[in-house]
């Protein structure tokens, strides 16, 4: 249940700094609120880090490099979706940007990358994917 309660939050904060940003970068342009927006979010997760002092991020010589440069995408993503936000809208972008998160995480499942377990991709899954296409249309209309 806690993992619901979370993906949810996830799901609405995303979408809170999609609009967030987008007024930023209206005043001030578009990296310059990604910029912002990363700042913040290190800000508010180092003293987050600070307050929880488990011991947990001395592990960090176990993590492969190559993830630890994930962070970075995140400049990427913000820049996206303000573009997008912009462009076609806040309902528009959310949507593509879920179709796109479950098709790429369809791949990742499909394929076994990132040392995730190989998943066999059902009749339902394309299915639901085809609807949430369908229902993007819709709303374009």
Same mark, same amino acid.
């Given at each position: 249940?806690? !993992? =619901?309660?979370?993906?949810?939050?996830? $799901?609405?904060? =995303?979408?809170?700094?999609?609009?967030?940003? @987008?007024?930023? @970068?209206?005043?001030? %342009?578009?990296?310059? *609120? *990604?910029?912002?927006?990363?700042?913040?979010?290190? #800000?508010?997760?180092?003293?987050?880090?600070?307050? #929880? /002092?488990?011991g947990q991020? /001395? /592990?960090?010589?176990?993590?492969?490099?190559?993830?630890? *440069? $994930?962070?970075?995408?995140?400049?990427? =993503?913000? @820049?996206?979706?303000?573009?997008? &936000?912009?462009?076609? %809208?806040?309902?528009?972008?959310?949507?593509? #940007?879920?179709?796109?998160?479950? @098709? #790429?995480?369809? &791949?990742?499942d499909s /394929?076994?990358?990132?040392?995730?377990?190989k998943q066999?991709?059902?009749?339902?899954?394309?299915? !639901?994917? $085809? +609807?949430?296409?369908? $229902?993007?249309?819709?709303?374009? +209309?």
């Open positions: 249940m806690a !993992g =619901i309660l979370f993906a949810l939050l996830g $799901g609405a904060f =995303i979408t809170l700094q999609g609009v967030a940003n @987008s007024h930023i @970068s209206q005043h001030i %342009g578009t990296w310059q *609120a *990604a910029t912002i927006t990363q700042f913040t979010g290190f #800000v508010l997760a180092f003293i987050l880090l600070l307050l #929880v /002092r488990d991020w /001395r /592990r960090v010589k176990q993590v492969k490099p190559i993830y630890l *440069a $994930g962070g970075a995408l995140a400049a990427i =993503i913000i @820049s996206s979706n303000i573009t997008a &936000i912009h462009q076609i %809208g806040v309902t528009l972008t959310i949507a593509m #940007v879920l179709i796109a998160q479950l @098709s #790429v995480t369809f &791949i990742i /394929r076994g990358w990132f040392g995730i377990a066999k991709m059902k009749l339902a899954q394309f299915i !639901g994917i $085809g +609807m949430m296409i369908a $229902g993007v249309i819709i709303l374009k +209309m």
